[in-house]
């Protein structure tokens, strides 16, 4: 089975970020842009992998959550991965909880190489993934949408399955784990 890990985001901002984006639709055409049930922060995505190997990352993760209070975010604006000059990925970057968001990556990736799941080399910058260009090209600041500073709080990380499907991948929560870390 396919799975990565993910923080979970509101409702309500999915549903902001879907307003976002269909404003940036009417303005880029070369987009795949997400559905914001898919919408999430990606924390780890681990591919194809035996459901007991899958039991195994899941027993790892557990307890974490009882190290780590819920994060309070804020997002901030639209950039995109690798940069703005050669878009591939359009994505909303965050201006508030992006510390406490890596610290939690941080304790993944060491939780996680204990059972051999190879750390990421490449710089974890959270971010909601909006879209993917089919054609990499410029994301030119008209077709850019300012973006509401909105304040919400992440309240768990969930492991997830993903199910390709023609119309789109579908994502179905394996394990959730709460933040309840109280200070």
């Known amino acids: 089975m396919r799975v ?6 509101p409702d309500e901002i999915k549903a902001y970020l879907r307003v976002v984006t269909n404003q940036m639709a ?4 070369n987009v ?3 559905n914001e049930r898919g919408q999430h922060i ?8 035996e459901e007991k190997r899958v039991r195994e990352i899941g027993d790892a993760l557990s307890g974490i959550e009882r190290l780590h209070a819920p994060i ?10 690798p940069d703005r000059k050669r878009a591939r990925v359009i994505v909303v970057a965050f201006e508030k909880g992006v510390d406490n968001i890596r610290t939690i990556f941080h304790d993944i990736e060491d939780r996680l190489s ?7 080399r490449r710089s974890f910058r959270p971010h ?12 030119l600041d008209r077709d850019i949408v300012d973006v509401d500073r909105k304040d919400f709080v992440v309240r768990r990380m969930v492991l997830f399955q993903s199910i390709l499907q023609p119309a789109g991948a579908v994502y179905a929560p394996i394990r959730e784990l709460e933040f309840n870390k109280t200070i």
Do not use: N, Y
């Open 42 to 49: 990606t924390l780890k995505f681990f591919g194809e992998q």
């Open 72 to 81: 309070a975010v804020t997002l901030k604006d639209i950039e995109a991965f």
């Open 26 to 29: 009417a303005r880029i055409h």
């Open 128 to 139: 909601i993934t909006l879209g993917r260009m089919k054609t990499p090209g410029p994301l």
């Open 4 to 9: 990565f890990l993910a923080l979970e985001i």
């Open 114 to 120: 204990g059972l051999g799941v190879e750390k990421e």
């Open 32 to 34: 795949k842009w997400v």
